[in-house]
């Protein structure tokens, strides 16, 4: 089992910065990877980042340069810095984390969410 909670969401006027963070918990040793995924009302949840146990980011196309997913083992933390932030950037932001199950099963875990609102 693992817990994970979100927090640094808020109001941004666009242009500006944000940083979330995902605190993790439990059996935190099974985890093989982590992200970061939002969701805008009516739309599908979506990949925003992405960071594998060994160190590998990917992030979705449209956001590469402005956004960037890291961690802090020693903190069991996931982050994620926001720049340049747009409305469209409007959404709740959550964590996930991909934990190992038994010898060959994955299980996804998620966060509450945190909501992240660009606006004048």
């Known amino acids: 089992q693992v817990q994970l909670v979100e927090s640094g969401g808020g109001l941004v006027q666009p242009g500006g910065s944000l940083r979330l963070s995902c605190e993790a918990s439990?059996?935190?040793?099974?985890?093989?990877?982590m992200g970061w995924y939002r969701q805008a009302p009516g739309k599908e949840r979506e990949l925003v980042a992405h960071?594998?146990?060994?160190?590998?980011?990917s992030y979705a196309d449209s956001l590469k340069g402005r956004f960037t997913i890291s961690r802090d083992n020693a903190k069991n933390t996931l982050y994620l810095q926001m720049n340049s932030l747009k409305p469209e950037d409007t959404a709740v932001y959550y964590c996930?984390?991909?934990?190992?199950?038994?010898?060959?099963?994955?299980?996804?875990?998620w966060g509450q969410g945190t909501q992240v609102t660009v606006s004048s």
């Open positions: 996930k984390a991909v934990g190992a199950v038994g010898f060959s099963r994955e299980y996804d875990y």
């Open positions: 439990g059996n935190i040793g099974s985890i093989l990877a």
């Open positions: 960071i594998t146990s060994g160190g590998r980011t």
